[in-house]
């Protein structure tokens, strides 16, 4: 009998898939067949100065070379912009966004002159500049068509999330608690949409797993912070809050996490180099007979 659980795997086609991919495919897929559940497949290609249709090709192929199946349609974020569009819509009818006009470069000046520079989770915290710009500067600027980034005021976002603390439950972490001091301090004004790309991965992710009855999030403990910043998405738009599973990221030989910038061999190299699905199952740690294998 079918259960209610749904897992996803959500890959961002910037690169080919290396043995990290597989891992945590690898268990999206495991924890939704142990559970009797579903399994998703999400591209996440909203980032298209980076994403490429010949590398969700790629996914599709080192995905079903691995022995993985799942359901169809495959949600690929890149066509439902609109979508993020009416999100990105009803938080500024409630006042929580406001367009940013400040560069990277000018950021980073105003850290450097404050002197301190406040470390978040995604690095420095955005010193909140464009935040204190009277309506008439923010409608001059923008009608004279300077680029922008809509942030979120965390502030006033956590003043209309509800009641405080929010918490989420990690399988291995355990209960975790959110305040909005941790959102404010380990975020701040997060970035929501930018000219180039217009929804950020955290309200795409947050909105999707919703949308697409997700009920276990697992994915790399490198997004163990992010989801701090998706339960305030949950707590704002009223949408039910998953569970979640990281796991640890898999490491090369030098104590280093796999990364595709880093030139960890891709799937289709080791596919190409002989290496069976059961031999790289066997790498990542995970029983090849669990698919097939
Ligand atoms: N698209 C993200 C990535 O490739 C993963 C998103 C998630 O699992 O929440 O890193």
């Known amino acids: 009998m079918q259960s209610d659980t749904?897992?996803?795997?959500?890959?961002?086609?910037?690169?080919?898939l290396h043995a990290g991919h597989a891992y945590a495919a690898g268990i999206a897929w495991l924890r939704a067949?142990?559970?009797?559940?579903?399994?998703?497949l999400r591209i996440e290609d909203i980032d298209t100065t980076r994403c490429r249709p010949e590398l969700t090709d790629a996914i599709f192929e080192d995905l079903a070379w691995l022995g993985l199946s799942w359901e169809q349609p495959v949600r690929r974020q890149s066509q439902h912009f609109a979508e993020y569009a009416?999100?990105?819509d009803s938080l500024r009818q409630r006042d929580l966004l406001y367009p940013c006009f400040c560069t990277r470069k000018q950021i980073q000046a105003e850290i450097n002159a404050a002197g301190q520079a406040p470390h978040g989770f995604e690095g420095a915290v955005y010193p909140g500049t464009c935040r204190h710009l009277s309506g008439a500067?923010?409608?001059?600027?923008?009608?004279?068509?300077?680029?922008?980034?809509?942030?979120?005021?965390?502030?006033?976002a956590c003043q209309q999330a509800g009641r405080w603390p929010l918490h989420w439950h990690d399988e291995t972490a355990g209960a975790q608690s959110v305040t909005p001091d941790l959102l404010i301090q380990g975020f701040g004004d997060v970035v929501l949409a930018r000219k180039e790309i217009p929804a950020s991965y955290h309200l795409c992710v947050s909105h999707d797993d919703v949308l697409q009855g997700i009920t276990l999030v697992t994915r790399g403990s490198d997004l163990f912070a992010a989801t701090h910043l998706h339960r305030l998405l949950q707590a704002l738009f009223g949408w039910p809050v998953p569970d979640y599973a990281h796991h640890p990221l898999l490491l090369?030989?030098?104590?280093?996490?796999?990364a595709k910038r880093k030139n960890a061999p891709t799937l289709r190299d080791q596919r190409a180099a002989?290496?069976?699905?059961?031999?790289?199952?066997?790498?990542?740690?995970?029983?090849?007979?669990?698919?097939?294998?």
């Open 6 to 16: 749904v897992t996803r795997c959500a890959p961002s086609p910037t690169g080919y």
């Open 33 to 40: 067949r142990q559970a009797h559940g579903r399994f998703l």
């Open 86 to 88: 009416a999100a990105l």
């Open 137 to 156: 500067e923010r409608e001059a600027r923008m009608a004279g068509g300077e680029a922008y980034a809509l942030r979120l005021d965390m502030a006033a």
């Open 252 to 258: 090369d030989d030098s104590g280093e996490r796999l």
């Open 274 to 293: 002989g290496v069976t699905p059961a031999a790289l199952w066997q790498q990542v740690g995970l029983d090849p007979a669990s698919f097939g294998g």
